[in-house]
């Protein structure tokens, strides 16, 4: 049968009716919240992403179709679109058969010993093809058990089925930042305020290192260049009100 004359009822359609999407297990507490949205809402506000691309946190990875998702705390798909039709199973998760590919990047943010983020869940990003592998200890977790060489943040590519490790030196602090070329984005450490809480965390970068701003921060830098202006203007004995 040729492609053309391909129908709908021609294609195998995997049975997703046994699979849970969505379980409404919380997230572990607010710090982790506010760290996953920081990895999330610059990218869409600062469309520094061509678009489409999808960027989420806590949302399954299915595949393959007999095994159990990987949720990652946070992953950015490029040139892939949510679908709009979320009444319907098959969109309200990453299934890798819908999608057609797995995500560029995940991230795993560590604030318990629990998920085995450096062994199994490694091994598995690897098995199902994800380009970069990132991981970030921001309470240094994993710091007793030896397996961060001292880095609070470690990064690996995906080359010929294996993660080679993009941080070879330890990333202990700010305005130290780790490029992933295929995605044009960078990753580093900020430490500041983000809405009302100060910390260190983890954050998306152009390749100068410098920070893909939220939302709050561009509109907050576009009122303080508009109160310079103002200022020159006044200066020049003119009513910026009335320019």
């Known amino acids: 049968m040729s492609q053309e004359t391909l129908t709908s009822a021609d294609l195998v359609i995997p049975d997703i ?3 849970v ?3 409404d ?4 507490n607010f ?13 869409y506000s600062s469309q520094i992403v061509p678009a489409p691309f999808i960027a989420a ?5 299915f595949y393959p179709l007999k095994q159990p998702p990987i949720v990652p705390d946070a992953f950015l798909s490029l040139r892939v679109q949510v679908p709009s039709d979320w009444s319907q199973k098959q969109n309200r998760s990453y299934f890798g058969w819908e999608f057609g590919k797995m995500p560029e990047v995940c991230i795993e ?3 318990n010993r629990e998920g085995d983020e450096l062994n199994r869940k490694k091994q598995l990003y690897a098995q199902i093809g994800v380009a970069y592998y990132v991981v970030f200890d921001p309470l240094r977790q994993l710091q007793e058990l030896h397996q961060m060489n001292g880095s609070l943040l470690r990064v690996w590519t995906l080359t010929g089925g294996q993660y080679v490790e993009l941080t070879t030196e330890r990333i202990l602090n700010v305005a130290q930042s780790v490029w992933l070329e295929t995605v044009g984005l960078g990753l580093t450490l900020w430490e500041g305020e983000f809405e009302g809480v100060e910390g260190l965390w983890l954050r998306w970068c152009q390749q100068d290192g410098r920070l893909i701003p939220t939302g709050k921060e561009r509109a907050d830098q576009e009122q ?3 109160e310079k202006l103002a200022e020159r203007l006044r200066a020049m004995d003119v009513d910026p009100d009335e320019v």
């Open 17 to 19: 009716s046994h699979i």
């Open 21 to 23: 999407t969505e379980d």
């Open 25 to 28: 297990t919380p997230v572990d």
């Open 31 to 43: 710090q982790s919240e506010k760290q996953q949205r920081l990895l999330v809402e610059p990218l």
């Open 57 to 61: 946190t806590n949302v399954g990875l």
């Open 109 to 111: 943010v560590i604030f």
């Open 224 to 226: 303080r260049r508009a």
